[in-house]
């Protein structure tokens, strides 16, 4: 079992950054892939990065070369460290977290876990 809660979130002008952190409890942090999604108002849940145990990291195109995803395995906790940031990168973020032997994944049905979200607004 793991828990997540994301951190971080709050109100940035256009071109600004910020920087996201997942804390996780239990101890299969580290021998779990992770990934954070986005959902805007009305619209679905979708994949913003995922990062393997290797660790490999992927992204989404909207926000490649501008954001960038880490973990911490001694601290358990990942980062999504946003630039750029744009009035389209609004939205509530969550962190989540596939069962151990898992692989990574864009796909949000094939999380396991989920944090509760934080709410990242850019104005422009």
């Known amino acids: 079992q793991v828990q997540l809660v994301e951190s971080g979130g709050g109100l940035v002008p256009a071109g600004g950054s910020l920087r996201l952190s997942c804390a996780a409890s239990?101890?299969?942090?580290?021998?779990?892939?992770m990934g954070w999604f986005r959902q805007a108002p009305g619209k679905e849940r979708e994949f913003v990065a995922a990062i393997s145990l290797k660790p490999s990291t992927y992204y989404a195109d909207s926000v490649k070369g501008r954001f960038t995803i880490s973990r911490d395995n001694a601290k358990n906790t990942m980062y999504l460290q946003m630039n750029s940031l744009k009035p389209e990168d609004t939205a509530v973020y969550y962190c989540?977290?596939?069962?151990?032997?898992?692989?990574?994944?864009?796909?949000?049905?094939?999380?396991?876990?989920w944090g509760q979200g934080t709410q990242v607004t850019v104005s422009s």
């Open positions: 989540a977290a596939r069962n151990t032997g898992a692989g990574v994944s864009g796909r949000p049905k094939e999380y396991d876990f």
């Open positions: 239990g101890r299969t942090f580290s021998s779990s892939p």
